[in-house]
Structure formats: C-alpha cells, structure tokens
C-alpha cells in the first residue's frame, strides 16, 4: 500500500521555490491504526491523509522536520518563523524555532512555545551562546512527546514534558510545555546530531553525524550519568555516515535501525553490531545513476498495527493496485 499527495497540489498557489523540488516527498510521516497519514512537506506544511490517499485537512505554516503524536492525539511538530531578538541580533530578524500543538482532527494550532524564548526562561540560557547569530540560530530537528510509560523510566523524564534536537547547538533539550522553560539540557558527546530518543531502560538512543573524528555513529548513552552504554559506527566495518539528516530506532527485539539517510540505506544490526537486514534505495540518480536518492526515514510497523477493518482494505487496495 502506498500514499501519495503532491505538496503543490495540497498548497496551490504556495509559492516556495526552496521546495519547488521535492514536491512528492514527505520529511516525515506518520501512519495511524485507521491507516490514516500525517505527512510534512518540510519548510512548506503538514496535511492528513486517509488510507485513500484523500486529505482531510491541510496546515499552511513552515513546520518542518519532525512530527510526533501524544497519548490524547494531539500532534507536536516545530514550526521555523522569523523574528527579531536583538539579544542576539539587534540589525536583523533570525528564525526562531516555535514547537507547535496541532488538533489531529481540524489540522488547526492549538498552542506555539518559542524554544529561545523557553531557553531564556531557564538555568541553560548559556547554552544560546552557542548558536550563530544569523539565519537558522537553532535549527531543531527533533520532537518527541514524553507519555506516562516513559516517564516512568527515569526520574530524569516527566509526562507530557518535550524532547527536542538542537542541530547547530550540538544541543538537545527536555522542555516543559506548561512552563515554557527547558529543564535540562545537555551537549558535547555528538555533533550535528539527529533523532534523539528515550529507550525502556532511560537511555537516549541519538545519531551523532559527525561527532565521530568527522563521520557518524550511533549513541546510547544514560543521561544521568553520561556515560555511554552502547556505540555503532566506530569500526571500519562498521562505518556509517550521514552529514545530514539521519535517524536510529530501538526495536523491539533488541536490535537498532539505521537510517544513513545521505546514501539511502537503512540497516538493523544486533548489539554485537552483526548486520541481519539491509535496505538501498532503488531509486538513483546523478550523471551515471551511482547515487541514491535520500531516505529521511524507516519505520518499522508491527504486524497488529492497524485495526482489523482497515487492514483488509489495505490489502484489498494493495491487490487491486498490483
């Protein structure tokens, strides 16, 4: 089964030549047990797909990135807008980075933080003086919302509290939404990093894209402590890169998925770091097709996934399609 809905015809009019590209491609989807889609064009807007491929609502706004769903539905995403703070640049606007609440079943925004702002608002003010003073300050480009069962894993993580990736800070960062304050934050053990997660045990599971003498690995660590638990990527035959983009999952079978999203390739390794399935993006591109087209992500969906009634059409779909 498949969706599709060009970002242009979802937008028409939407003028964005910085997009005008990629007018297929979703940064980051999200399917739900109704066979439902929540799809970013990145810079340009979120829509919501039934199982048809037919959209429900659109939102016209500059979310980008990074989308997650909380246990009451509402969806989180980051919203990049411009602004002027003249702490940090008193002769022209920069963009801020706005985390965005949106009702799943209107597409309309609930409730926007700014993340400078939270950070202003709290002990890790410091941490702005990392970030250049011009343009794309922050670049978030993770967002995941904190439920009641991970919270419980550590005393470090709160219901409903926001785990947030700060590329050009080298920073991620726990928020508490009803504050509107950071209340922890750390860096330096990655750079340019991506897809933070928070594991069953209280680790964070992060893709580190040049932290590693300049190519990428994959980091759990305990944030308590900061010491790292587990690393991939260190060895030659072991070697990963991405300089951009990039993600990284625990499974449920103890395993991690590897998204090198620069080379188009996802792969599950064990903890032993021994490959049991490999993944090349068919489709290429360049002067002699030699490279791959990106691959912003790869979920995994268990089998029971989708609600007995949905899955029949999807397969009924898939059948008549093939």
Known sequence: HSWEYPRNKAFPGHANPAVEGKAKSFRRARVMANGDLIGIYNGSGMIRLNHRSEPMWTLDVRCHHDLDIGADGVLYTLIQKKAMHADINPDEPIIDELIAMVDPETGRIIRQISIINAFRAS??????????QTGDVLHANTIVHINAA????????HENHLLVSLRNMDAIALIDP????VVWALTGMWSLQHEPSILPSGNILIFDNTG??????????????????WQY???????????????CHRLPNGNTFIIESNRGRAVEVTTLGKTVWLFNNPSTWGPNNNLRGTLFDVVRIPPDFFSPDISASLVSDSLAAL
Not at 125 to 130: F, G, M, R, S, T
Not at 150 to 157: D, E, K, N, R
Not at 178 to 181: E, G, K, T
Not at 233 to 247: E, K, M, R, V, W
């Open 123 to 132: 002990i890790y003010a410091p941490l702005l003086k990392k970030m250049p």
């Open 150 to 157: 991970t919270a419980g894993v550590s005393p470090l993580f």
């Open 178 to 181: 009803n504050r509107s304050r």
């Open 212 to 229: 590693h003498r300049g190519r990428s690995k994959i980091l759990e660590f305990d944030p308590m402590t900061q010491v790292p638990v």
């Open 233 to 247: 990527g260190l060895t030659p035959d072991t070697a990963i890169f991405s300089s951009t983009s990039g993600a």
